[in-house]
């Protein structure tokens, strides 16, 4: 009986051990978040706006999504928000020069733009190894100037 008890006690206490191992691909999306903002970036979950037409989580709810965004102290950017459609924007609102708009990034849903901030809502799940975060940067200040 005292053999059945000490089993019991032991596979509790691996049982709790191995629950607190932090998941693999919730480790990377940390690491991923932490390169972003030593980089300049800036990521945060929020809720997906409706104009990105983002499937929602439940019929009540919206789905929770990154915005990864560049801050622009002295820009004056207009206001442009854009679904993206086959490797293109969508415009759904701004300058028509940005319609059809090329777009070479993987995962993102959608960008906006607005005052002196420049941001991408984008499926952090598409590039777990942070492999595209430097180019993202690139594009949305290069998308900035334009």
Not at 7 to 22: A, K, T, Y
Not at 108 to 125: K, L, R, S, T, V
Request: aromatic share 8%; charged share 25%.
């Amino acid at each position: 009986m005292g053999l059945w008890i000490t089993i019991i006690i032991v596979l509790f206490v691996l049982g709790s051990v191995l629950g607190l191992r932090v998941n693999p691909r919730e480790k990377a999306l940390g690491m991923m978040r932490d390169k972003a903002r030593k980089m300049g970036l800036h990521p945060r979950l929020i809720a997906a706006p409706e104009w990105t037409k983002i499937p929602k989580a439940t019929e009540n709810r919206a789905s929770m999504v990154a915005y990864y965004s560049v801050l622009l102290p002295e820009a004056k950017l207009p206001l442009m928000r854009a679904r993206i459609q086959d490797g293109k924007f969508e415009l759904v609102y701004g300058d028509n020069k940005f319609k059809d708009y090329p777009i070479a990034l993987k995962g993102i849903y959608a960008i906006d733009m607005q005052a002196n901030c420049i941001g991408a809502y984008w499926d952090e799940h598409a590039d777990l190894h942070a492999t595209q975060l430097e180019a993202m940067k690139a594009y949305l200040t290069a998308l900035a100037e334009l």
